[in-house]
């Protein structure tokens, strides 16, 4: 097992990140996807949001990424997304020992 974990800084005065993030996981669910759990930091930059996503391998995990990107749905929450960050996302990968 995997987990893809991912951290989004978002620009000062920005909002709504966290309803959007619990949209991306609704559509996850929808096409048969991990949900994401969703975090928001207490320490370190004001109003990071962390998601982890567990999935079985990476080559599952890969095989997703094709998948998201051709469901329009999808593409578009993070073109909502992506102007309220700081910067990219941060993707971690983390497996289990």
Known sequence: MIIVKRTYTPKP????LTDLL??????NIENK??????????LGSHGVIVTAQ?????EE?????NIVRSIESSTGLFKKIYPLLEKTHETEILEEV
């Open 13 to 16: 005065g920005a909002s709504g």
């Open 22 to 27: 619990k949209s991306v996981s609704g559509q």
């Open 54 to 58: 567990e999935w079985n391998s990476m």
């Open 61 to 65: 995990y890969h095989q997703s990424r």
């Open 33 to 42: 996807m991990p949900k994401l759990s969703i975090f928001r930091k207490f």
